[in-house]
């Protein structure tokens, strides 16, 4: 096998990696307005998630939804970037593809909300069973 295959482990290697992944984060809320209203969202859940004392089980459910659909948004705009590229013209295959990439953000996005009704409404029905 050749050198290349086999590279050493280089901590600064790794350090490089976690850079563009933090550029790339920036990159999704500055330019993309759905993943700022993700964002936003987020940020009450986790909120919500404090003032109504959730469990364990019910944090993890949480950061995994959170975390699904912010890596969905990611990996839409980046599917919507790359189709911007390779084909700056309108084409049917294309729409085609960039519309199957937000469906997935919208499934994830209506699953994420339905993780939140089932944790969060009975918590605050239970505020007006006085």
Known sequence: MSNKSHKKFSLEKRAESFKYALNGLKIVFIEEHNARIHLIVSVIVIACGFIFHI???EWIIICFAIGLVISMEIINSAIENLSDFVSPEHHKLIKKVKDLSA???????????????????PKITHLFDL
């Not at 469906?103 to 409404?121: K, M, Q, R, W």
């Open 55 to 57: 469990s364990t089980v």
């Open 103 to 121: 469906a997935a953000v919208l499934v994830c996005t209506i699953s994420s909300v339905v993780i939140g009704i089932l944790i969060f409404l």
